[in-house]
């Protein structure tokens, strides 16, 4: 942890006691949809497009008018199980999120895998979205940072 430059008390303007609690996150108001989560224990991919506030929306509200897909499951040498899993070609291609959707849906992966992950894991993905977001040439390299984004993801 990084600590901060302690400050000289007479420059304090923000301070704890004249702030509002926070009660709830405007990113997060549906929380992670239970359809992300069967994609998750099936071992599928999730693209960040299915992570996006629009498309959590969507999975929340018109989850009833989405098609779903029949999956045979056998994750490392299990009996094989048959699923239902919401399509994802419903959804936008990963490939085409933008920067500030590609940012929303690394907030919510990260919150996903918080609950769902062990802690190596969690710090794993958390160190490569740091990487990847602190690039010295982000805009200009997204294209190539997107791209490589999802290859890692998708192994």
């Given at each position: 942890?990084?600590?901060?430059?302690?400050?000289?008390?007479s420059s304090i303007i923000?301070?704890?006691?004249?702030?509002?609690?926070?009660?709830?996150s405007l990113h997060d108001a549906y929380g992670i949809h239970t359809y992300i989560l069967e994609l998750?224990?099936?071992?599928?991919?999730?693209?960040l497009t299915?992570?996006?506030t629009k498309a959590t929306t969507r999975l929340f509200i018109e989850s009833s008018?989405?098609?779903f897909i029949t999956h045979y499951s056998s994750h490392r040498n299990a009996t094989p199980s048959k699923c239902h899993l919401v399509d994802i070609s419903q959804f936008p291609?990963?490939?085409s999120i933008n920067i500030p959707d590609w940012h929303e849906a690394w907030t919510r992966f990260l919150l996903l895998l918080s609950n769902h992950a062990s802690p190596?894991?969690?710090t794993h993905w958390f160190d490569h979205y740091t990487a990847l977001h602190e690039h010295p040439d982000f805009s200009n390299n997204w294209s190539s940072i997107l791209a490589f984004d999802i290859e890692q993801r998708a192994t």
């Open positions: 942890n990084t600590s901060l430059p302690s400050t000289d008390p923000f301070d704890v006691n004249h702030e509002r609690p926070s009660t709830t998750a224990k099936h071992h599928q991919h999730i693209p299915l992570l996006t008018s989405l098609k291609a990963e490939s190596e894991v969690r």
